[in-house]
C-alpha cells in the first residue's frame, strides 16, 4: 500500500494516524522524516508480524500514517513503537507533532497555525475570515481523510465557536 497523489479511488478503508507540526518542515526535515518513516515502516510489525502501512507528508506540516489492518491489526505494542520514532522526530526538529492544542488552516493559499485559543479569539473577534478551510486531525480512516481533512469552515469543527 502506497500513499500518494493518486485519481485512484482507494476501496479499502485503511487506519489513518495524523502527526500535525506546528509549523511547515525545512527540506532537510522533510529528508530526514521521510528516510526515518521509511526504515521504521519497512520494519514495522505487530507481533512478530509485519503491517502493510506507508505515510505521506502532506501540505510540508502533517505527517500521515496509514495502515491496512484488514491484512493486520496495529496493537498497542505497534503504536507505542511508532509513537516513539515520532517522538524522537518531534524533538529532533522541535515540530510539537503532540500538541493537539492547536488548529491549522488555510488562508489565501497557505497554510497557516495558531494556538488553539488564539484561533478562536480571532475567529471571534473578526480578524480571521470565516473564508478560510481548517484542518481536522481527528480523521482514523483513509476515506475520512480523503474527504474530509480539509473543510470550509463553514462545515468543520470550527464553525461552533461562538
Same mark, same amino acid.
Given at each position: 500500500?502506497?500513499?500518494?497523489?493518486?485519481?485512484?479511488?482507494?476501496?479499502?478503508?485503511?487506519?489513518?494516524?495524523?502527526?500535525?507540526?506546528?509549523?511547515?518542515?525545512?527540506?532537510?526535515?522533510?529528508?530526514?522524516?521521510?528516510?526515518?518513516?521509511?526504515?521504521?515502516?519497512?520494519?514495522?510489525?505487530?507481533?512478530?508480524?509485519?503491517?502493510?502501512?506507508?505515510?505521506?507528508?502532506?501540505?510540508?506540516?502533517?505527517?500521515?500514517?496509514?495502515?491496512?489492518?484488514?491484512?493486520?491489526?496495529?496493537?498497542?505494542?505497534?503504536?507505542?513503537?511508532?509513537? &516513539?520514532?515520532?517522538?524522537?522526530?518531534?524533538?529532533?526538529?522541535? %515540530?510539537?507533532? =503532540?500538541? $493537539?492544542?492547536? *488548529? !491549522?488552516?488555510?488562508?489565501?493559499?497557505?497554510?497557516?497555525?495558531?494556538?488553539?485559543?488564539?484561533?478562536?479569539?480571532?475567529?471571534?473577534?473578526?480578524?480571521?475570515?470565516?473564508?478560510?478551510?481548517?484542518?481536522?486531525?481527528? &480523521?482514523?480512516?483513509?476515506?475520512?481523510?480523503?474527504?474530509?481533512? %480539509?473543510?470550509? =469552515?463553514? $462545515?468543520?469543527? *470550527? !464553525?461552533?465557536?461562538?
Amino acid at each position: 500500500m502506497k500513499i500518494e497523489e493518486s485519481n485512484i479511488v482507494e476501496t479499502n478503508d485503511y487506519r489513518v494516524i495524523i502527526y500535525p507540526a506546528s509549523r511547515p518542515f525545512t527540506a532537510k526535515e522533510s529528508k530526514t522524516i521521510a528516510e526515518k518513516l521509511y526504515d521504521f515502516l519497512g520494519d514495522w510489525a505487530a507481533h512478530g508480524k509485519a503491517l502493510s502501512s506507508s505515510f505521506k507528508i502532506e501540505k510540508n506540516q502533517f505527517i500521515i500514517i496509514c495502515v491496512d489492518e484488514e491484512k493486520e491489526a496495529a496493537s498497542g505494542c505497534s503504536i507505542d513503537a511508532l509513537g &516513539k520514532v515520532m517522538r524522537e522526530l518531534d524533538a529532533e526538529f522541535d %515540530l510539537g507533532l =503532540f500538541d $493537539r492544542m492547536k *488548529a !491549522s488552516y488555510v488562508e489565501n493559499g497557505e497554510v497557516k497555525t495558531l494556538k488553539l485559543s488564539d484561533f478562536k479569539n480571532k475567529i471571534r473577534i473578526g480578524e480571521l475570515s470565516t473564508d478560510i478551510e481548517v484542518f481536522d486531525f481527528s &480523521k482514523n480512516t483513509y476515506l475520512d481523510f480523503l474527504s474530509h481533512f %480539509l473543510q470550509p =469552515f463553514s $462545515r468543520s469543527w *470550527a !464553525s461552533s465557536i461562538k
